[in-house]
């Protein structure tokens, strides 16, 4: 769950907001005409899907909508039906099951304008590192369907076109030629039973693929790409388990579908299906389904949380009167045998509970594949096993009974790990099989998995027609969402009891409720973006944990829950107030802060259930959740309003620094960052604060209270090292990178100054800025503005910012070769590829590690990029960490001192 690296505008989810259409439909004419020249005649019709032929692009304007307000003069019309949006598309069709892996794709919309072009020139961006066939940037997602109610995966496909979708001569995936008939990937059974179906109803063909390669290439692709795939799950405690590459075969994959394969796996491509055994998920749905009466998979599992299988089953204890039979190691209440008890003739099925057959039945099955995958594993030498396929649901009872019978059967020789694309792995298997799509290059730190909500995309199965539109999903959520909320409350988990004398007793994480399907959230949609990388300058990236706070912690998890929901009416207010507060954005704001609380309660009842969770996760999450309603901006005005403020008075901030000696300057340059950090919309504290003054006072406030030494105070060291000292002449640093945090005071009166004095100093300065809003931080598209109006009162950064490229004006008059600006030490700016607060430096953009290669200097700045995120993170270079701690608990816990202290953290390089 890293940064944004995505088109904010397009690559949502394939939704837009639907308005009043005929006023769409004219504004979008208008503005077509304007920008492209292309008249009305190339139009394709309202509501029908036209498809890109030749060299002409023909737009389809179904569905077409106004980004953001319609008010404005040129506002950005969405096309979400525009087929630059291409799809391609895998199957696996097994006995219980289809599973869909589709990928959809925006053409790259990167806007190559002037400014971009000259930052990069000056950090010597090149686009050499292409390859000669091009990663896709785009989205995969993961859908699956009963394989009897066929019928519905068939719409499914055929309304969301993704049956059209094809490979060019480049290797792109492309959309097929009308008259070409498609040919999809498929696996399962299924693909040879429902062939002339497919063709009959979407006139595809189905290319088969064997099961098996299927299986391997989808585990390998998943232990390799995808950061917290892997987990065990024991008495109810999931952990996630790094991988490491070099280290991971052999090892045996275990997938439990209807039936059950075990296959020996010992490199790509390299495996051998070593056994198996027919009793599996098909037997526990079919043998509880004919038992129970129960009417789908899920109630049959429902039911088994409710239930006691001693009723049933035959325990040693039955067998011995009441006793173990510890000679041999078995606890009375072990299974001697499943469903032993109804040997009895005085019961018929009626006298038995439902809940207590489906316990027994599931025990019964997990128990038997866990004690045969371990004969297996024993019988090839091999210490991991992992489990995959859809009968494990991520049901933690279920893991639990794997688990435990691994480890019961080998001592704890053997692990049993579990994976979160459980019944995918076919599926994209037969994805990977298509040639030259590239993904199978894709580096961990190229993938960003991301939840949003709606029933195509929670990995479940679909209920009716795929949501079409931004209205379509938030009508469902009206009606599903606040259901699903009240489901995924905390499940109190029992607290964990003694297995005995190594017998299978009950193993302790049976919750009381299922979560349903619709809710479930385990697998999101997964981004894949060709061009971000790990940040060069870490100094161990594998070492590297951007979060400082773990909420596995059950009261972390607990307090920040807190903080956020208290927060969300006012983050509603703003958001909704930035839309020009119409119903409409009141609705879109009600639906955010539904969709905000579902994942929080989500994540409450299971915190990894996205993967290993930290307190920037949930900080980027609730970003996510804005923009998927389409909320581009909360902070815009209030942003906009401290920008002017701020730069009011910088012209006299600029004339007292400037009167002071280098010491004492530098001491205030550092002290007005951390005083101007207090301007925080996303800290409680400080909102309230705003109400009690102007900008300026408060920032003059901040800076009166400001006194040495700070809470951590490496002042005097970081001065040696800028200054020097009476033996040693100081040497500046070639290239400063500062990671700026808030708009206003922050940015303003704050880090551009301190960029100035490193400018001054013969350091090139690069600002590095989100790519996308968050909270009020400035963004990197934001800054050049910012700093255009700060060198109308300065020289030494109008120089600076004409020669990074910043100023458009003076960049014209260079290239009319009337301006020499080469002279000057360049200021420049480049965004960091994410959209939140905090920032996982293992996922930045190309941009920004392209300006770190040159760098020897970090700063850090604002509570999110320094503390929340990168407090414990080691670079390869002098590092600086500045914030104002907003929170009282992290002052706390995190340097034992109180709201409103300073950090000024220096490390010089490692
Ligand atoms: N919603 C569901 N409907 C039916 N079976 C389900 C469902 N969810 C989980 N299962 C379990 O998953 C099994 C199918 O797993 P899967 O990996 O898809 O195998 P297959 O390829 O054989 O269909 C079923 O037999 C059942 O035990
Ligand atoms: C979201 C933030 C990390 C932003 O801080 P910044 O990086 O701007 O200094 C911070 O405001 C925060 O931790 N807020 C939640 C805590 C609170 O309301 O006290
Ligand atoms: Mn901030």
């Known amino acids: 769950m890293a940064g944004l690296k995505d088109d904010p505008v397009l690559g949502i989810n394939d939704m837009i907001e639907t308005r009043e259409e005929t006023e769409i439909k004219d504004a979008v004419i208008d503005k077509v005409r304007e920008e492209g020249g292309q008249g009305d005649r190339e139009m394709a019709p309202m509501g029908n899907s036209i498809h890109r032929s030749g060299s002409r692009p023909q737009l389809d304007l179904s569905k077409a909508a106004i980004q953001g307000n319609s008010e404005e003069r040129d506002p950005t019309i969405l096309l979400p039906n525009q087929s630059d949006d291409i799809s391609h598309l895998a199957l696996d069709i097994g006995g219980s099951l289809i599973k869909l892996v589709y990928f959809s794709r925006h053409e790259d919309r990167t806007i190559n304008d002037k400014r971009k072009k000259t930052v990069k020139e000056r950090l010597g961006i090149s686009n050499g590192n292409r390859r000669s066939y091009p990663i896709l940037g785009g989205r995969l997602h993961f859908v699956k369907f009963e394989t009897r109610k066929i019928n519905e995966c068939l719409d499914f496909i055929s309304s969301k076109q993704l049956h059209r979708g094809g490979i060019d001569t480049h290797g792109w995936l492309s959309e097929a030629p009308a008259n070409c008939s498609a040919v999809i990937k498929a696996t ?97 749905w079919g043998l509880g389904r004919l038992l129970t009466k129960c009417k789908s998979f899920d109630e049959l599992l429902e039911l088994s949380q409710r239930g006691d299988n001693r009723t049933i089953d035959m325990l040693v204890g039955d067998i011995y009167g009441g006793m173990d039979y510890s000679k041999i190691g078995l606890s009375a209440s072990t299974i001697a045998s499943s ?367 400001m006194q040495r030494p700070w809470r951590v105070d490496d002042f005097d060291v970081f001065k040696e090292r800028m200054l020097g000292s009476a033996d040693k002449k100081p040497h500046p640093h070639k290239r400063a990178l500062l990671f700026v945090d808030n708009s206003g005071a922050d940015i303003v009166l704050g880090m551009l100054p301190l960029a100035r004095e490193l400018i001054r100093r013969g350091t090139e300065v690069v ?26 009162h300065c020289d030494i950064l109008r120089r600076a910012a004409e020669a990074g490229g910043l100023l458009v004006d003076a960049m014209i008059n260079t290239l009319d070769g009337s301006k020499e600006n080469t002279s000057s030490v360049p200021l420049m700016v480049v965004e960091n590829g994410c959209g939140s607060p905090c920032i996982d430096l293992r996922q930045v953009s190309s941009e920004l590690a392209a300006a770190a290669k040159d760098a020897d200097l970090i700063i850090l700045e604002g509570m999110g990029r320094a503390l929340h995120t990168n407090f414990n993170a080691r670079f390869k270079c002098d590092a600086l960490k500045l914030a104002m701690v907003k929170n009282q608990r992290l002052a706390e816990n995190l340097i034992k001192g109180n709201i409103y202290d300073c950090v000024c953290r220096y490390e010089p390089a490692s």
Request: hydrophobic share 40%; glycine share 10%.
């Open 339 to 705: 469903f032993g008890k109804a040997i009895s003739e005085k019961k018929e099925l009626e006298d038995y509970r439902p809940e207590d057959i489906s316990l027994s039945l599931l025990r019964m099955i997990s128990y038997n594949i866990g004690q045969i995958s371990y004969l297996n594993a024993l019988r090839f030498g091999l210490k991991r096993i992992f489990f995959g396929g859809f009968f494990i649901r991520g049901h933690a009872y279920t893991m639990d009974t794997i688990s435990f019978a691994v480890h019961f059967w080998s001592k704890g020789d053997a692990q049993a790990m579990f994976l979160r694309h459980e019944g995918f792995l076919g599926a994209l298997g037969a994805f990977m099989s298509y040639e030259k799509h590239g993904l199978d290059d894709l580096m961990v730190h190229q993938l960003v998995e991301r939840f949003p909500m709606g029933a195509p995309y929670t990995g479940g199965k679909i209920h009716g027609p795929p949501l079409g539109d931004l209205n379509e999903k938030i009508s469902w959520m009206e009606k599903f969402v606040l259901k699903g909320t009240e489901i995924t409350a905390p499940v109190p988990m029992a607290p964990p009891g003694t297995t005995g004398l190594g017998g299978f007793e009950v193993p302790s994480s049976k919750g009381g409720t299922l979560r349903s399907d619709a809710s479930a959230l385990n697998v999101g949609v997964l981004h894949l973006v060709p061009t971000l990388e790990v940040f060069p300058l870490l100094a161990d990236p594998k070492m590297y944990e951007p979060n400082t706070i773990d909420l596995s912690d059950h009261n972390e998890l607990e307090y920040w829950f807190t903080v956020l929901s208290e927060h969300l009416p006012d983050l509603v207010d703003k958001a909704v107030a930035s839309e020009g507060g119409t119903d409409d954005a009141k609705r879109r704001g009600d639906a955010f802060a539904r969709v905000f609380s579902a994942h929080l309660a989500r994540l409450m009842e299971e915190p990894a259930a996205y993967g290993k969770l930290g307190l920037a996760n949930l900080l980027e999450l609730r970003e996510e959740c804005l923009r998927e309603f389409h909320f581009v901006d909360a902070y815009r005005s209030i942003k906009q309003r401290e920008n002017e403020a701020s730069l009011a008075v910088l012209p006299d901030l600029l004339m007292e620094l400037d009167s002071m000696t280098e010491e004492t300057r530098l001491l205030t340059l550092i002290e007005g960052v951390l005083a101007a950090n207090i301007f925080d919309w996303g800290s409680r504290a400080c909102v309230d604060l705003y109400h009690k003054g102007t900008i300026i006072e408060i920032y003059r406030m901040s800076r009166n209270k």
């Open 767 to 792: 600002l590095v800025a989100n790519s996308l809003p968050a909270l009020n931080d400035a963004t990197a598209m934001e800054l050049p503005d910012i700093v255009a109006e700060a060198a109308k």
């Open 188 to 284: 399962g059974g299924g693909a040879y039973k429902f062939a002339d179906l497919f063709k009959e109803r979407l006139g595809v063909s189905l290319d088969k693929e064997d099961e098996m390669d299927c299986l391997v290439a989808g585990a390998n692709f998943l232990l390799k790409a995808i950061r917290h795939e892997a987990f065990t799950h024991m008495e109810g405690h999931k952990e996630f388990v790094q991988i490491d590459h070099n280290d991971l075969f052999p090892y045996l994959l275990v997938n439990i579908g209807s039936g059950v394969s075990m296959i020996k796996v010992d490199g790509d491509g390299k495996f051998e299906r070593v056994s198996g055994t027919n009793v599996g998920g098909g037997t526990y």
